[in-house]
């Protein structure tokens, strides 16, 4: 099983996707691109408040007057019944519908934009004279090099703000948890560390909870540092934010390892083990392949995700095939969870071994559904806000859920009660057809 978690890390580290491109915007306006697709799209940005601002700065002003370029921004409502509709408006038709247009023929060019009641997505093209022509003889004329900031109003309602409305909070919520990952460490590193030298039963799963807890604080550092850049360029550093969503996938596979080991051919003790190695592997074909499968699938699904959703700051989104098999996948675990411990909770007589077993529940439970209920919850909110309350929401979710975990194992008294369970009363347990002995 540690291999296959070295195997699953190793791939994410090799097949992985570059980083997300910032609102800082560098590239060239192609007449031939511009022509193939009817307008050049260029990016899109959330934009709100009276004073957003879209700079964009060229150097080949000669090329830009001849080939009369110009800007047109559509908002993304207006843009999306442009594409679906059925009046199948001409390429000029189009183009002449942009809530914004600017004709670029000086070096810099600033365009306010203003009265927006409440925010939202604005979709930038780039077109010329010859977009709409039929004739290709003149759409391979030279490219004209540019760099395009988009900016929000900031506190003061100057246009400095590099973060779209989506993004907004998202720098001060990082920085609030690396502080608080910072404090918790100075107070509890220490006791923490003689708890795993001591050994005893709980020394493997606190290793295994200890390495994911370390991968998500990784994973929030990196994110600080990227967001803390990205305020000042409106770039930051995608290799932090690529580094960041590695961390959080390993952090995850992680978590579905300790729980497999914990509800699926391992237990948290085996009497028929050593003491000093209290956590084994039942390796049963069966017990064996299942774990395997899961955790080998979910690996997939999530590099999957990444590939497909190329918006930035949005690794906890769903809108690509891949994440939503991840929420079904996920909720296929709590569902199974739930009922191999609700079918022991109700013959259990034990008050301890009960309040072991709903304990435990409570932290697998909210690790699995955390982020499907989140993305039902989100609906609720405008489209913006969706993917940060998804992300704010699954990092806090989880983080709660290791502390339960973590209280749980490091509870002495009910950890050896519960320890001394045959490994048949764990859910979704494949025995290997062993019975196992009370050990004192």
Same mark, same amino acid.
């Given at each position: 099983?540690?291999?296959?978690?070295?195997?699953? $890390?190793?791939?994410?580290?090799?097949?992985?996707?570059?980083g997300?491109?910032g609102?800082?915007?560098?590239g060239?306006? +192609?007449?031939?691109?511009?022509?193939?697709?009817?307008?050049?799209?260029?990016?899109?940005?959330?934009?709100?408040?009276?004073?957003?601002?879209? %700079?964009?700065?060229?150097?080949?002003?000669?090329?830009?007057v001849?080939?009369?370029? *110009?800007?047109y921004?559509?908002?993304?409502?207006?843009?999306?019944?442009?594409?679906?509709?059925?009046?199948?408006?001409?390429?000029g038709?189009?183009?002449?519908?942009?809530?914004?247009?600017?004709?670029?023929?000086?070096?810099?060019?600033? /365009?306010?934009?203003?009265?927006?009641?409440?925010?939202?997505?604005w979709?930038?093209?780039?077109?010329? =004279?010859?977009?709409?022509?039929?004739?290709?003889?003149?759409s391979?004329?030279?490219?004209?090099?540019?760099?395009?900031?988009?900016?929000?109003?900031?506190?003061?309602?100057?246009?400095?703000d590099?973060?779209?409305?989506?993004?907004?909070?998202?720098?001060?919520?990082?920085?609030?948890? $690396?502080?608080?990952?910072? $404090?918790?460490?100075?107070?509890?590193?220490?006791?923490?560390?003689?708890?795993?030298? *001591?050994?005893?039963?709980?020394?493997?799963?606190l290793?295994?909870?200890?390495?994911?807890?370390?991968?998500?604080?990784?994973?929030a550092?990196?994110?600080?540092?990227?967001?803390?850049?990205?305020? =000042?360029?409106?770039?930051?550093?995608?290799?932090?934010?690529?580094?960041?969503?590695?961390?959080?996938?390993?952090?995850? !596979?992680?978590?579905?390892?300790?729980?497999?080991?914990?509800?699926?051919?391992?237990?948290?003790?085996?009497? *028929? =083990?050593?003491?000093?190695?209290?956590?084994?592997?039942?390796?049963?074909?069966?017990?064996?392949?299942?774990?395997?499968?899961?955790?080998?699938?979910?690996s997939?699904?999530?590099?999957?995700?990444?590939?497909e959703?190329?918006s930035?700051?949005?690794?906890?989104? @769903?809108?690509?095939?891949?994440?939503v098999?991840?929420?079904? /996948?996920?909720? %296929?675990?709590?569902? +199974?969870l739930?009922c191999?411990?609700y079918? !022991?909770?109700?013959?259990?007589?034990?008050?301890? =071994?009960?309040?072991?077993?709903?304990?435990?529940?409570?932290?697998? !439970?909210?690790?699995?559904?955390?982020?499907?209920?989140?993305? %039902?919850? +989100?609906?609720?909110?405008?489209?913006?806000?969706?993917?940060?309350?998804?992300? !704010?929401?699954?990092?806090?979710?989880?983080?709660?859920?290791?502390?339960?975990?973590?209280?749980?194992?490091?509870?002495?008294?009910l950890?050896?009660?519960?320890?001394?369970?045959?490994?048949v009363?764990?859910?979704?347990?494949?025995?290997?057809? @062993?019975?196992?002995?009370? @050990?004192?």
């Open positions: 099983m540690g291999a296959l978690r070295l195997l699953a $890390v190793s791939l994410a580290c090799c097949w992985w996707p570059p997300s491109q609102k800082t915007l560098r060239s306006f +192609s007449s031939a691109a511009a022509r193939d697709a009817q307008g050049q799209s260029i990016g899109h940005f959330e934009f709100h408040g009276d004073h957003a601002l879209l %700079c964009v700065r060229i150097n080949n002003i000669a090329v830009a001849g080939k009369e370029a *110009k800007l921004l559509f908002q993304a409502q207006e843009w999306l019944k442009l594409q679906e509709s059925s009046h199948g408006y001409s390429c038709e189009k183009l002449s519908k942009a809530q914004l247009t600017m004709t670029m023929n000086q070096t810099e060019h600033n /365009l306010t934009v203003s009265q927006i009641p409440y925010p939202q997505t979709h930038v093209f780039y077109a010329d =004279k010859y977009t709409c022509k039929d004739d290709n003889e003149n391979q004329a030279e490219d004209i090099p540019f760099e395009m900031m988009l900016l929000n109003p900031d506190a003061e309602g100057n246009p400095f590099h973060f779209s409305a989506g993004e907004s909070g998202l720098h001060e919520f990082f920085f609030l948890l $690396v502080l608080v990952y910072f $404090v918790l460490a100075c107070i509890y590193a220490q006791s923490l560390w003689q708890a795993i030298k *001591k050994g005893g039963p709980m020394h493997v799963i290793k295994v909870l200890t390495t994911a807890l370390l991968l998500q604080a990784a994973s550092l990196a994110n600080y540092i990227h967001f803390s850049s990205y305020s =000042k360029d409106g770039i930051g550093i995608p290799f932090m934010g690529t580094l960041a969503e590695f961390f959080d996938i390993a952090s995850q !596979i992680q978590m579905l390892y300790l729980l497999l080991s914990l509800c699926m051919g391992w237990t948290i003790v085996r009497m *028929k =083990k050593s003491q000093s190695r209290p956590l084994q592997w039942d390796s049963t074909p069966a017990s064996t392949g299942i774990a395997v499968f899961i955790v080998v699938t979910q997939i699904l999530l590099l999957w995700e990444q590939f959703d190329t930035p700051h949005s690794y906890h989104s @769903h809108h690509s095939l891949a994440g098999l991840l929420i079904v /996948l996920r909720i %296929c675990l709590a569902l +199974s739930g191999g411990l079918q !022991i909770i109700t013959v259990e007589r034990s008050t301890l =071994k009960r309040e072991f077993y709903i304990t435990f529940a409570k932290g697998c !439970i909210l690790w699995f559904l955390c982020h499907p209920g989140l993305a %039902c919850i +989100s609906v609720i909110f405008s489209d913006y806000q969706r993917d940060k309350v998804i992300t !704010i929401g699954v990092i806090l979710c989880q983080s709660v859920s290791m502390v339960i975990l973590y209280r749980l194992f490091l509870s002495h008294s950890y050896w009660e519960v320890s001394s369970l045959s490994s009363t764990l859910p979704l347990t494949i025995s290997s057809g @062993h019975k196992s002995r009370p @050990h004192f």
